[in-house]
């Protein structure tokens, strides 16, 4: 299963875009790109996923690499309601989710 | 909106007990899973099934055993709760089979088991 590397923490400040980073460089040629996020106290909800091409949904947009080594979530004007911790999971054909400890995102006022 | 609720939000038990912790998803998914959550150690697998009647055993099976009689429902069993079982519990269904590229995974809010 490929692992994932991502910051431990990151500040944005509210109505800015933040950009959270995501280096999976072991990933294989059929593995996707998940997003998910941890809001305090609630269980994790899905973002975004993709697998080559660049992404975007009404929650957040996603940019991968070319060589597909790493990856980048863009959410566009965050909120205080953002704030939350994010988690980039590759998943492999055997279909399990394997959250690493994700980037704690803080959004300022 | 999918919708996968666990029956209770806290629970405290004591050790030795045995400890039912429910998941009712009402999305008709064929995949339901069932993920501790500690401080330090993110989200690990504990089991998952695929089909009624089914299951898999995930990365931490030990102390734990699972049932799902009906499709909706997918129950955890602590036979003889321990201390070291004390966590947040999450339950997560998903629409396709294993294989499927696009297998997101829906999760309930979450059960905080305190075992003393």
């Known amino acids: 299963d490929a692992k994932t590397t991502q910051p431990p923490s990151m500040d944005c400040a509210e109505g800015r875009a933040a950009n959270l980073p995501c280096n999976h460089s072991?990933?294989?040629?059929?593995?996707?790109v998940y997003w998910y996020r941890q809001i305090h106290s609630q269980g994790p909800q899905y973002i975004i996923h993709g697998l080559k091409n660049n992404e975007t949904n009404e929650m957040a947009s996603l940019i991968i690499t070319e060589d597909r080594k790493s990856s980048t979530l863009i959410l566009p004007h965050a909120t205080l309601r953002d704030t939350a911790v994010y988690y980039c999971?590759?998943?492999?054909?055997?279909?399990?989710?394997?959250f690493g400890q994700g980037t704690e995102l803080s959004v300022k006022p | 909106d999918v919708k996968v609720t666990q029956s209770s939000r806290y629970l405290v038990k004591r050790t030795g007990e045995k400890v039912f912790l429910e998941c009712v998803q009402d999305?008709?998914?064929?995949?339901m899973f069932w993920y501790r959550q500690d401080p330090g150690l993110g989200l690990r697998l504990i089991y998952f099934s695929y089909d009624v009647k089914m299951k898999e055993k995930g990365d931490i099976p030990e102390g734990y055993s699972v049932s799902r009689e009906k499709k909706e429902r997918f129950s955890l069993i602590l036979e003889s709760a321990s201390t070291n079982q004390t966590s947040m519990y999450l339950c997560?269904?998903?629409?396709?089979?294993?294989?499927?590229?696009?297998?997101?995974?829906?999760f309930g809010a979450g059960t905080r088991l305190s075992v003393l």
């Open positions: 072991t990933i294989s040629g059929n593995e996707y």
């Open positions: 999305m008709d998914h064929e995949n």
């Open positions: 999971i590759v998943r492999s054909q055997g279909g399990k989710l394997i």
């Open positions: 997560a269904s998903s629409p396709t089979g294993l294989a499927g590229a696009k297998n997101i995974q829906y």
